[in-house]
């Protein structure tokens, strides 16, 4: 009797399996779809606003699967009357061109009905910050950047106004859509809905109604935790450009849907005061699942808290399933998942999996890659400073010459050869340690003059933040071969320092030597081959460092296009954290290696640019340690940030960091 209770059973789950496919297939999975619904504006005054087809995947859905409906007028005097506006459209297996794709199969009759359309600058949840998302462009002139923005933050772009919020009626109305046919297309499955909601008036969303016609019933969607918006400041109350995904729609089986949006409003003051808009920009229409908010990619290091979540619309039951390196980690099975305390034996790529009976989709995925890259390069310019920690730069383009000598039979051995015809440079990342107060610059050069007699100054050694005259400080070499130091603080430069002899354009080996005071207490000096110039002395006001500390570029500067490149030869590149004596600079002139206690870097070239190792890493508060073995004594690096490059016959072969202070991140604030 016991066996026969079990053969039983074991006939009845094969039954349940063998009814559950052919459910499956009676519902048609094999045509299970997806089809995105873009209403797009017609900004007929400035048509770089108007939109453009979706050419990239957007919210998880292809571009060949999003319908870009006829653009929709704005409502401004050069429109096609004032709004409100109807327009209807129908797509179907034939539809392909002006911005439709041909469906999978049936026909779709879409009508919609809106006060006007226009643009809005919200860009979407893959961006945060303050301000908020946008292009960053003027909204009160400009276009957007070059290329046109694409994807998801070009569907936010545009959107079917209410008739409240900044509409040129002022009519109240919300939005309407009608879509009949639904049937033709998902022939044998239920579907669901997600919204698309932009705006540029808003505080908040108002909700959304998804209607069945054929069954008169109604379903309400929101918008969950929009980010916060950029007020304007124009109104009493809170108005900003802003948008979001709306919740997901339960299953509806009709060929007739009508989406709507509730009553728009707005009034009160700052505080108190409220702004509701109600319009839409996309309707994504699915029975399989589509991942419309995937996990987004931050930034996590070693002990961090960090939670994904992703959200996904499809005919419900969705079953989620987190993955690691593409298997499944157990008991992730959440639109949310938590790495706590995290450690290298994290570090891999995470997506997120979604299900259905109609098909899956897989997320964008994210990566958590807490440890030192070490590639390999071959430009690598070795710091001989003795003492303290080496500053190595990165040779782009220019060449070693293994001697020179010039005219007056001066020859220096090991030099570096910047030349026009491939503007070359050498950089060095930029440390705190290059930021006292006080210092000398010194270095060796050789040239004939500027490539271009008529043009600017060329750059010598650049030390900006920013484009054009921004912190820090420079040494050109002008036209009449005249050396010049200008230093300044933000837009503008507040002194400069220029050598009346001529250290460079005739062609023959000078010593160069400019000291400085950030205070203005001590006069700044330049020093032509080992002796003060005689107009080369001036106070230069007070000025300070920028933050980041930037790199140091020689021959090429990145902060400006104005300069020219140096054409020309350059040796023993030298920088002290105190102002030199004279004495001091005579015997470094005689080839001394002064005070090599307050010697940062020195770049005497006596090499060619040879291998080395670029250590990088990602956790910008972490400290660089390094030890002759694995297992240490480890010591900190002083000043060392990443990239920092290290010649692989260094002395310290093993590295590693630590101090990062462990941080509890959010990486999408905007859940459902």
Same mark, same amino acid.
């Given at each position: 009797?016991?066996?026969?209770?079990?053969?039983?059973?074991?006939?009845?789950?094969?039954?349940?399996a063998?009814?559950?496919?052919a459910?499956?297939?009676?519902?048609g999975?094999?045509?299970?779809?997806?089809?995105?619904?873009?209403?797009?504006?017609?900004?007929?005054?400035?048509?770089?606003?108007?939109?453009?087809?979706?050419?990239?995947?957007?919210?998880?859905?292809?571009?060949?699967?999003?319908?870009?409906?006829t653009?929709?007028?704005?409502?401004?005097?050069?429109?096609?009357?004032?709004?409100?506006?109807t327009?209807?459209?129908?797509?179907?297996?034939?539809?392909?061109?002006?911005?439709?794709?041909?469906?999978?199969?049936?026909?779709?009759?879409?009508?919609?009905?809106?006060?006007?359309?226009?643009?809005?600058?919200?860009?979407?949840?893959?961006?945060?910050?303050?301000?908020?998302?946008?292009?960053?462009?003027s909204f009160?002139?400009?276009?957007?950047?070059?290329?046109?923005?694409?994807?998801?933050?070009?569907?936010?772009?545009?959107?079917?106004r209410?008739?409240?919020?900044?509409?040129?009626?002022?009519?109240?109305?919300?939005?309407?859509?009608?879509?009949?046919?639904?049937?033709?297309?998902?022939?044998?499955?239920?579907?669901?809905?997600?919204?698309?909601?932009?705006?540029? +008036?808003?505080?908040?969303?108002?909700?959304?109604?998804i209607?069945?016609?054929?069954?008169?019933?109604?379903?309400?969607?929101?918008?969950?935790?929009?980010?916060?918006?950029?007020?304007?400041?124009?109104?009493?109350?809170?108005?900003?450009?802003?948008?979001?995904?709306?919740?997901?729609?339960?299953?509806? #089986?009709?060929?007739?849907?009508?989406?709507?949006?509730?009553q728009? =409003?707005?009034g009160?003051?700052?505080?108190?005061?409220?702004?509701?808009?109600?319009?839409?920009?996309?309707?994504?229409?699915?029975?399989?699942?589509?991942?419309?908010?995937?996990?987004?990619?931050?930034?996590?290091?070693?002990?961090?808290?960090?939670?994904?979540?992703?959200y996904?619309?499809?005919?419900?039951p969705?079953?989620?399933?987190?993955?690691?390196?593409?298997?499944?980690?157990?008991?992730?099975?959440?639109?949310?998942?938590?790495?706590? /305390?995290?450690?290298?034996?994290?570090?891999?790529?995470? $997506?997120?999996?979604?299900?259905?009976?109609?098909?899956?989709?897989? +997320?964008a995925?994210?990566?958590?890659?807490?440890?030192?890259?070490?590639?390999?390069?071959?430009?690598?310019?070795?710091?001989?400073?003795?003492?303290?920690?080496?500053?190595?730069?990165?040779?782009?383009?220019?060449?070693?010459?293994?001697?020179?000598? $010039?005219?007056?039979?001066?020859?220096?051995?090991?030099?570096?050869?910047?030349?026009?015809?491939?503007?070359?440079q050498i950089t060095?990342?930029?440390?705190?340690?290059?930021? %006292?107060?006080?210092?000398t610059?010194?270095?060796?050069?050789?040239? %004939?003059?500027?490539?271009?007699p008529?043009g600017?100054? =060329?750059?010598?050694?650049?030390?900006?933040?920013?484009?054009?005259?921004? %912190?820090?400080?420079?040494?050109?070499?002008?036209?009449?071969?005249?050396?010049?130091?200008?230093?300044?603080?933000?837009?503008?430069?507040?002194?400069?320092?220029?050598?009346?002899?001529?250290?460079?354009?005739?062609?023959?080996? /000078?010593?160069?030597?400019?000291?400085?005071?950030?205070?203005?207490?001590?006069?700044?000096?330049?020093?032509?081959?080992?002796?003060? $110039?005689?107009?080369?002395?001036?106070?230069?006001?007070?000025w300070?460092?920028?933050?980041?500390?930037?790199?140091?570029?020689?021959?090429?500067?990145?902060?400006?296009?104005?300069?020219?490149?140096?054409?020309?030869?350059?040796? $023993?590149?030298?920088?002290?954290?105190?102002?030199?004596?004279?004495?001091?600079?005579? +015997?470094?002139?005689?080839?001394?290696?002064?005070?090599?206690?307050?010697?940062?870097?020195?770049?005497?070239?006596?090499?060619a640019?040879?291998?080395?190792?670029?250590?990088?890493?990602?956790?910008?508060?972490?400290?660089?340690?390094?030890?002759?073995?694995?297992?240490?004594?480890?010591?900190?690096?002083?000043?060392?940030?990443?990239?920092?490059?290290v +010649?692989?016959?260094?002395?310290?072969?093993?590295?590693?960091?630590?101090?990062?202070?462990?941080?509890?991140?959010?990486? #999408?604030?905007?859940?459902?």
């Amino acid at each position: 009797m016991k066996r026969s209770r079990i053969s039983s059973s074991n006939n009845r789950t094969r039954k349940v399996a063998c009814t559950v496919s052919a459910a499956a297939l009676m519902l048609g999975v094999s045509q299970a779809t997806t089809v995105g619904l873009f209403f797009r504006c017609n900004y007929c005054c400035c048509s770089c606003y108007s939109g453009v087809p979706v050419s990239i995947t957007a919210f998880g859905v292809p571009a060949s699967a999003w319908e870009n409906l006829t653009p929709m007028d704005t409502g401004y005097s050069c429109s096609s009357g004032t709004g409100p506006y109807t327009l209807s459209q129908v797509v179907d297996t034939t539809t392909s061109t002006n911005g439709l794709n041909p469906l999978p199969s049936g026909s779709l009759s879409i009508g919609w009905s809106a006060d006007t359309a226009n643009f809005s600058g919200f860009a979407g949840y893959g961006y945060s910050g303050a301000p908020p998302p946008s292009y960053g462009y003027s909204f009160t002139g400009g276009c957007p950047p070059n290329p046109y923005p694409t994807g998801e933050m070009e569907v936010y772009a545009n959107f079917l106004r209410d008739g409240v919020n900044f509409a040129p009626q002022q009519t109240g109305n919300s939005y309407s859509i009608d879509i009949t046919g639904l049937k033709t297309l998902f022939t044998n499955t239920p579907f669901a809905v997600q919204l698309v909601a932009s705006s540029d +008036s808003m505080q908040y969303l108002t909700n959304a109604f998804i209607i069945d016609a054929t069954a008169n019933t109604t379903q309400s969607v929101v918008y969950p935790s929009t980010p916060p918006v950029h007020d304007q400041g124009d109104t009493t109350w809170i108005r900003g450009h802003g948008g979001g995904l709306s919740t997901a729609s339960g299953p509806l #089986n009709t060929t007739h849907l009508k989406i709507m949006g509730n009553q728009a =409003a707005h009034g009160g003051d700052k505080v108190t005061g409220y702004n509701f808009a109600s319009t839409i920009s996309a309707a994504i229409i699915t029975d399989k699942p589509v991942v419309t908010m995937p996990p987004q990619q931050v930034l996590v290091c070693g002990g961090d808290n960090v939670t994904w979540s992703g959200y996904a619309v499809g005919v419900p039951p969705l079953a989620y399933q987190w993955r690691k390196n593409g298997v499944a980690i157990a008991g992730a099975t959440t639109t949310f998942y938590n790495l706590t /305390h995290v450690t290298l034996a994290n570090v891999g790529t995470y $997506d997120l999996l979604v299900t259905n009976l109609y098909g899956s989709a897989v +997320s964008a995925s994210v990566v958590v890659g807490d440890k030192i890259s070490t590639p390999l390069i071959g430009n690598l310019v070795l710091d001989s400073n003795p003492k303290g920690p080496q500053h190595n730069g990165l040779n782009n383009g220019a060449t070693w010459l293994a001697s020179s000598t $010039d005219s007056g039979s001066v020859t220096r051995t090991g030099v570096m050869n910047f030349s026009t015809n491939a503007p070359s440079q050498i950089t060095v990342v930029g440390e705190t340690n290059f930021n %006292s107060p006080t210092g000398t610059i010194m270095f060796w050069m050789r040239s %004939s003059g500027v490539p271009d007699p008529l043009g600017n100054p =060329a750059t010598l050694f650049d030390r900006l933040s920013g484009t054009g005259s921004g %912190s820090g400080l420079v040494v050109v070499q002008n036209t009449d071969g005249t050396v010049t130091l200008q230093v300044g603080s933000g837009a503008n430069f507040v002194g400069t320092l220029r050598s009346v002899a001529t250290p460079g354009g005739d062609n023959r080996w /000078h010593q160069v030597a400019v000291v400085y005071d950030q205070s203005g207490n001590t006069p700044c000096i330049f020093y032509v081959d080992g002796q003060p $110039d005689s107009g080369g002395t001036a106070s230069i006001g007070p000025w300070s460092w920028p933050s980041p500390s930037p790199e140091l570029e020689l021959g090429l500067s990145h902060d400006t296009n104005s300069w020219q490149a140096y054409n020309g030869l350059m040796d $023993d590149v030298r920088f002290y954290n105190r102002v030199l004596t004279s004495t001091e600079i005579t +015997s470094a002139y005689s080839g001394a290696l002064v005070d090599t206690n307050a010697l940062v870097m020195q770049l005497n070239f006596t090499a060619a640019p040879g291998s080395g190792i670029s250590l990088t890493w990602q956790c910008p508060d972490a400290i660089l340690q390094s030890a002759s073995s694995v297992n240490g004594p480890y010591t900190d690096v002083p000043g060392a940030v990443s990239p920092y490059s290290v +010649s692989v016959q260094s002395a310290a072969t093993f590295y590693r960091y630590r101090g990062h202070t462990p941080l509890v991140i959010i990486a #999408n604030p905007y859940l459902m």
